[in-house]
């Protein structure tokens, strides 16, 4: 009796389900065994201990599970999908007229729906587990998140330049709190003089803007230079707290929101969104991305080489797989050298990735 295509569609993708979740489990183990080791050599600075490092570790999951998810994907899907060759499976899908395409579409269902998880994973719990992560790290050791070298954190909005000593970044019930010590703001004209300079001890943000505390203002005038100090005043600009915790994080674990709302400050100050850009770009296309990256490499799990089996096809899938991230990286770099869009370096990317799927599914149809 022949089977309906919908069981086969689902028996497709429950084997590369299970596939794509051995494989991440697998590599996530290695992942973290080897974050932790390198936590290891942290132990003793401040008061960061092994029960640090395993909670930072833990935090750090879902971020990880991001990462790795393109190269799960790849391997989980080569390897559900050539098991059932091994088998024979693939063969007695085809003999009932299921063709090639529709064996690769079914694998794709599993990928779709963990696709879909990711997304949500990358907007709504790794950001904040992240920020999590951090603190736990940054308190033990007693480290100030937003030290930027040797000069401070810089900032700019309009024509006021903010150069704070040092900070910290604090997690609180309400969110997160950024509070700034030894702050300077410096303010120039549109001819590029300066006209004012203020120093406050330390700087507070609250709705609307910032408290500047124990502040000193010098301001230039055209023959005269007058100084005021005030107990404390309120700075209105738009420039706030996620702005600057941005400056130091890492842009791919910052939402869809985050990331937008940090290129318009960039560009709006003409300064270098290119990071941000190349995160914000990389997001979108995320789900495109793997699905072509699976697309691509299913026909090496059907049928045989003529110089070799199922261990060379998985090797070859994989390569590609990995290639394509590698190839990507390069188009993003090339990108912010020669000053293009990171929008076309995916695009690129997409396309290239989409033409290689469709003449290997043709071959092999």
């Known amino acids: 009796m022949r089977q309906r295509p919908g069981r086969l569609d689902y028996y497709v993708a429950k084997t590369v389900l299970l596939s794509v979740l051995s494989v991440w489990a697998v590599l996530l183990g290695f992942d973290l065994i080897t974050a932790f080791a390198d936590d290891m050599r942290e132990i003793g600075k401040g008061s960061y201990s ?96 937003i030290m930027a070298r040797r000069s401070g954190l810089w900032a700019r909005e309009g024509n006021v330049f903010l150069n704070a000593r040092s900070g910290s970044k604090r997690v609180e019930s309400l969110g997160d709190r950024i509070d700034l010590q030894d702050v300077r703001l410096y303010e120039f004209d549109d001819d590029g003089r300066l006209v004012s300079l ?57 939402t869809l929101a985050e990331l937008g709302n940090n290129i318009d400050y960039l560009k709006r100050n003409q300064l270098d969104s290119a990071k941000f850009e190349s995160a914000y770009w990389e997001r979108w296309f995320f789900p495109l991305k793997v699905l072509l990256l699976c697309l691509a490499t299913l026909p090496f799990a059907f049928g045989s080489l003529r110089s070799g089996g199922f261990g060379k096809r998985l090797f070859i899938g994989i390569v590609i797989g990995i290639g394509s991230l590698l190839v990507e990286q390069l188009l993003v770099k090339l990108s912010d050298v020669y000053r293009f869009s990171p929008l076309w370096a995916n695009a690129l990317l997409m396309l290239g990735l989409a033409g290689f799927a469709v003449g290997m599914f043709r071959r092999r149809a």
Do not use: C
């Not at 997304?119 to 007693?142: D, F, M, Y």
């Open 198 to 254: 203020a120093h406050a001890r330390e700087a507070e943000h609250s709705p609307g803007g910032w408290i500047l505390r124990d502040l000193e203002r010098t301001r230039i005038l055209e023959n005269s230079v007058v100084v005021e100090r005030v107990a404390s005043e309120r700075w209105k600009t738009t420039l706030d707290q996620q702005s600057l915790g941005a400056a130091l994080a890492q842009t791919r674990y910052l």
């Open 50 to 145: 092994i029960s640090h490092a395993l909670l930072e570790e833990t935090f750090s999951i879902p971020r990880r599970l991001y990462a790795l998810f393109p190269t799960v994907a790849v391997i989980g899907t080569v390897l559900g999908l050539g098991g059932l060759s091994s088998r024979s499976e693939l063969v007695a899908m085809r003999a009932v007229g299921m063709p090639t395409l529709r064996i690769g579409l079914g694998a794709l269902m599993a990928v779709s729906l963990l696709i879909f998880v990711m997304v949500a994973n990358i907007e709504l719990v790794a950001p904040g587990a992240h920020q999590r992560s951090q603190a736990v790290a940054n308190s033990a050791k007693a480290i100030d998140l």
